[in-house]
């Protein structure tokens, strides 16, 4: 079997590590492997290259992607498919793994259906938000990264009693924002799955316990409120007398060298990806569910936004006091 391998959409820790799980176990097992760069662009401009083990080799570390990536416009047109397709089809590849978010299985599952391809996905994005998996590529090492920026401000927040509010990623999904927000004792998190409330949050910043000398408000993007400097004037509309600072920690969450977990999922991913095809499955997510592998149709996978989050949220607040 010949088998191409991209990757899609946002770029996430962990890419690496899946695209040379990919490439080295279809490899290992007597198969051509072949890297597409800059998603389904790639596809389009015919940018394939055959791989082999040394095309891989010392990027388990790395974050982004070798593969680079691209948001495709194109590829949502027919006649782009179609040429897409060709070049497949002139090179004889047979078979697709594709690593990204939604809009990355989503353009999978359209290829399939237009043009037969056996695809199989990976969830590659840092938001942690797709449905049919407890784990996606890129989400421990973002989190991690948020966690280490916001643990460096407490110590200058404590100096000068100040409050920080600190933006996020997470334009739908409040994953990164809650997780990290738990793990830094953040004073309050804003998501975009729960309904903004200025007076919420006033309140809880005017009962936070007494001689408390610094506090952290987590926003992730996508909240309601507008972002994190709209909240720090709202704080400070509020509350005159505070020294009211903020961070947008942006695509700092992106980069960077991946985590254990990131590494060692990734790879067992990708390991398992390739078999997936070997054994005939096709159109179908791996993920982790439950700490076991899991094969998602492509037509049920789809961001979700409320896993674990009415509980998070309870603990957040409740151990903020």
Known sequence: MKIGVLTSGGDSPGMNACTRAVVRTALGLGHEVYGIYYGYEGLINNEIESFDE???????????????????????????RAHAAKNLNDKGIEALVVIGGDGTVAGAAE????????LVGCPGTIDNDLFGSDYTIGFDTAVNTVIESIDRLRDTAESHDRVFVV?????????????SALAVGAEAVLIPETKYDTEKLIDTLSKSRAGKS???????????SGGAYK???KIKGYFPELDVRVTVLGHTQRGGSPSYVDRKNASILGFEAVKALLDGKQNVMLGFLKGEISYTPFEKVKKHNDLGVEYMLKIVQTLAK
């Open 54 to 80: 040394k095309a891989v080799a010392n990027i388990i570390h790395r974050g982004g992607t070798i593969l680079k990536t691209a948001r495709s416009k194109r590829f949502f047109e027919a006649n782009f």
């Open 111 to 118: 290829f399939n259906r237009e043009h037969g391809f056996k």
């Open 167 to 179: 933006e996020v990623m997470g334009r739908d999904s409040g994953q990164i924002a809650l997780h």
């Open 214 to 224: 610094s506090k952290i408000v987590i926003v992730a993007e996508g909240d309601e």
């Open 231 to 233: 909240v720090a004037d």
